[in-house]
Nanobody
Framework: QVQLVESGGGSVQAGGSLRLYCTIY????????MGWFRQGPGKEREGVAY???????SYADSVKGRFSIFQDNAEINLYLQMNSLKPDDTGMYYC????????????????WGQGTQVTVSS
């Protein structure tokens, strides 16, 4: 059974940094896309950052240059390093996994974590 568990959220002032963690259990697919998504107050959920099993990453324009997505060598943990945080980055952050292969932002994601809250104050 695939399970994703996020942690690392919290409250920070604008300009600060946070690192989010996602531990992945039971995921045995050799080809995949992993991603971080967020949903802010009154906003739709959006994709923030993606990484494929080939190591290729992609980012939403709003976070380029500030956020980095990476995995550990065992591919058990997924991370999102968030720097220069802004109040607009506030929201619930979710990690997700897709068993499909291709352009990660365009793929359906079937496995989701429960989310971790990030709050950025001005």
């Amino acid at each position: 059974q695939v399970q994703l568990v996020e942690s690392g959220g919290g409250s920070v002032q604008a300009g600060g940094s946070l690192r989010l963690y996602c531990t992945i259990y039971g995921y045995t697919y050799s080809s995949y896309c992993m991603g971080w998504f967020r949903q802010g107050p009154g906003k739709e959920r959006e994709g923030v950052a993606y990484i494929g099993s080939n190591g290729i990453t992609s980012y939403a324009d709003s976070v380029k240059g500030r956020f980095s997505i990476f995995q550990d060598n065992a591919e058990i943990n997924l991370y999102l390093q968030m720097n220069s945080l802004k109040p607009d980055d506030t929201g619930m952050y979710y990690c997700a996994a897709s068993t499909h292969v291709g352009n990660c932002p365009a793929l359906p994601f079937g496995y989701w974590g429960q989310g971790t809250q990030v709050t950025v104050s001005s």
